[in-house]
């Protein structure tokens, strides 16, 4: 388990690759190149990776060649389309901040197919990384400073605190209390926090609740899965000793048993989210 640090995929892909696996299964865009690069004989199935093309993971999305397969979203034109939906809502919109996750393996390519689209719509955009939430307030500050009139997010989600998500987080910090002066992840998906943040600097702010549904075969295998690759409770868990770290996957299961909208055994576990646009004043 890489314990949320991508630098030891390569050595972890390497040695399941030694253990001779009938097929290699990964998430998220370092563990595939990872694998890819581990190995060119044994089967890859990508759970999910942003843009299998443009980052070299598969020849094509028809034929993606070689020994790697799975699913790929269109990250790059969906925020290609983004841009030009914020052109329409706003007909005036020259200048828009970009949010970006930090060392996202996509930010490049997603990037580029934002400033094509941006030159032809002749909107200039100003790009800012943040990683952590503590991040994200200073992140936003120098969008505001850059005059940007619109912010597009990518790859960071705006949970909201009052769901799923937001009892992950407060479970998670009873067995990891967070730094001192953090505020909560999950506030971004508040409205009262996000009206609070922008204050009197935007003309509006528009929100609106979406959902996201993952499904699982249990409560178990989903926190196996979380375990693993959720960067808070990946943390969370490596932080703790094992008795500690039984407790929280049991809760965690409690939780997962609490929230599950499945009723045919398995578990469909739903993420809400608060989709936001805010436009800047004058």
């Given at each position: 388990?890489?314990?949320?640090?991508?630098?030891?995929?390569?050595?972890?892909?390497?040695?399941?690759?030694?253990?001779?696996?009938?097929?290699?299964?990964?998430?998220?865009?370092?563990?595939?190149?990872?694998?890819?690069?581990?190995?060119?004989?044994?089967?890859?199935?990508?759970?999910?990776?942003?843009?299998?093309?443009?980052?070299?993971?598969?020849?094509?999305?028809?034929?993606?060649?070689?020994?790697?397969?799975?699913?790929?979203?269109?990250?790059?034109?969906?925020?290609?389309?983004?841009?030009?939906?914020?052109?329409?809502?706003?007909?005036?919109?020259?200048?828009?901040?970009?949010?970006?996750?930090?060392?996202?393996?996509?930010?490049?390519?997603?990037?580029?197919?934002?400033?094509?689209?941006?030159?032809?719509?002749?909107?200039?955009?100003?790009?800012?990384?943040?990683?952590d939430p503590a991040d994200l307030e200073d992140a936003v500050s120098a969008?505001?400073?850059?005059?940007?009139?619109?912010?597009?997010?990518?790859?960071?989600?705006?949970?909201?605190?009052?769901?799923?998500?937001?009892?992950?987080?407060?479970?998670?910090?009873?067995?990891?209390?967070?730094?001192?002066?953090?505020?909560?992840?999950?506030?971004?998906?508040?409205?009262?926090?996000?009206?609070?943040?922008?204050?009197?600097?935007?003309?509006?702010?528009?929100?609106?609740?979406?959902?996201?549904?993952?499904?699982?075969?249990?409560?178990?295998?989903?926190?196996?899965?979380?375990?693993?690759?959720?960067?808070?409770?990946?943390?969370?868990?490596?932080?703790?000793?094992?008795?500690?770290?039984?407790?929280?996957?049991?809760?965690?299961?409690?939780?997962?048993?609490?929230?599950?909208?499945?009723?045919?055994?398995?578990?469909?576990?739903?993420?809400?989210?608060?989709?936001?646009?805010?436009?800047?004043?004058?």
């Amino acid at each position: 388990m890489a314990q949320g640090k991508n630098e030891r995929l390569p050595e972890l892909a390497a040695e399941l690759v030694r253990v001779k696996p009938d097929v290699l299964v990964t998430h998220g865009v370092p563990g595939a190149l990872a694998a890819k690069r581990a190995t060119d004989t044994i089967p890859i199935v990508m759970g999910v990776v942003g843009d299998a093309v443009a980052i070299g993971a598969v020849e094509g999305l028809a034929r993606p060649g070689g020994n790697i397969t799975g699913s790929s979203f269109f990250v790059p034109e969906l925020n290609a389309k983004r841009l030009e939906v914020l052109k329409e809502a706003l007909p005036r919109l020259s200048r828009v901040g970009v949010l970006l996750k930090r060392d996202n393996p996509v930010n490049a390519t997603v990037l580029r197919a934002m400033e094509h689209t941006a030159q032809a719509l002749k909107i200039q955009l100003r790009s800012v990384e943040a990683r952590d939430p503590a991040d994200l307030e200073d992140a936003v500050s120098a969008l505001v400073k850059e005059h940007a009139a619109a912010i597009a997010v990518l790859e960071m989600a705006n949970w909201t605190p009052t769901s799923f998500v937001g009892d992950i987080f407060r479970l998670t910090a009873r067995f990891v209390p967070p730094p001192v002066a953090t505020r909560a992840a999950v506030e971004w998906g508040s409205g009262e926090r996000l009206r609070e943040l922008f204050g009197d600097r935007v003309a509006s702010l528009r929100l609106s609740e979406h959902c996201w549904r993952h499904r699982f075969e249990s409560a178990e295998q989903w926190v196996d899965v979380f375990r693993r690759w959720y960067g808070p409770t990946v943390r969370a868990f490596a932080a703790l000793d094992e008795a500690r770290a039984e407790d929280y996957a049991a809760e965690l299961v409690a939780l997962v048993h609490r929230y599950n909208r499945a009723t045919d055994g398995t578990v469909l576990a739903a993420y809400d989210y608060l989709n936001v646009i805010a436009v800047k004043r004058g």
